[in-house]
T-cell receptor, first 117, second 112 residues
Framework: ETGVTQTPRHLVMGMTNKKSLKCEQHLGHNAMYWYKQSAKKPLELMFVYSLEERVENNSVPSRFSPECPNSSHLFLHLHTLQPEDSALYLC????????????????FGEGSRLTVL | SQKIEQNSEALNIQEGKTATLTCNYTNYSPAYLQWYRQDPGRGPVFLLLIRENEKEKRKERLKVTFDTTLKQSLFHITASQPADSATYLCALEGTGFQKLVFGTGTRLLVSP
């Protein structure tokens, strides 16, 4: 497998459910990201992990809980979500670690389409 | 306030013509700017990066310009094809850890 793989591609859950989104990258990158994409809105950065440590948390509600067990895997645990959390959740990875970068190019997965009922 | 503006209306052009998409920004001083392509229901795919000291960058039928005085980037697709139909996102360096800030994207429709 190559690139960034996200599972599941589609998820429907009730507000009281607990579910997880999974992301795996096969690019040897050392930074991984979760983005949220809602209709008519720009991509919103949620979390950034560098070398398995969380380096950014953009004021995301605690009902979203990220986990990065190693540099290849990233999870987003979901609990008691709201209907407005329905969106496309995108995982991405990049090569560069640190405050400055050469390119900052992101490699995205195909996304997990989440619907909260 | 900081803003990145891309035309929210779809751009409709005929096959073979040149498509030009605009990205304007306010209150940013990015060292670089990137363009991505996104197909419906898929993740964005990186296309091109241009740095602040570069006026123009080309890749096959794609051309990007970056005017730091006008605070604007133009993205051109020459000899456009129906397969070029997609949403194109611009992203620029924001603040914080490798934070890329994205525009809302412009949808391009190329008719045969």
């Amino acid at each position: 497998e190559t690139g960034v793989t996200q599972t599941p591609r589609h998820l429907v859950m009730g507000m009281t459910n607990k579910k997880s989104l999974k992301c795996e990258q096969h690019l040897g990158h050392n930074a991984m990201y979760w983005y949220k994409q809602s209709a008519k809105k720009p991509l919103e950065l949620m979390f950034v992990y560098s070398l398995e440590e969380r380096v950014e948390n953009n004021s995301v509600p605690s009902r979203f809980s990220p986990e990065c067990p190693n540099s290849s895997h990233l999870f987003l645990h979901l609990h008691t979500l709201q209907p407005e959390d329905s969106a496309l959740y995108l995982c991405a990875s990049s090569q560069v670690v640190g405050a400055t970068s050469n390119t900052g190019e992101l490699f995205f997965g195909e996304g997990s389409r989440l619907t909260v009922l | 306030s900081q803003k990145i503006e891309q035309n929210s209306e779809a751009l409709n052009i005929q096959e073979g013509k040149t498509a030009t998409l605009t990205c304007n920004y306010t209150n940013y001083s990015p060292a670089y700017l990137q363009w991505y392509r996104q197909d419906p229901g898929r993740g964005p795919v990186f296309l091109l990066l241009i740095r602040e000291n570069e006026k123009e960058k080309r890749k096959e039928r794609l051309k990007v310009t970056f005017d730091t005085t006008l605070k604007q980037s133009l993205f051109h697709i020459t000899a456009s094809q129906p397969a070029d139909s997609a949403t194109y996102l611009c992203a620029l360096e924001g603040t914080g850890f490798q934070k890329l800030v994205f525009g809302t994207g412009t949808r391009l429709l190329v008719s045969p």
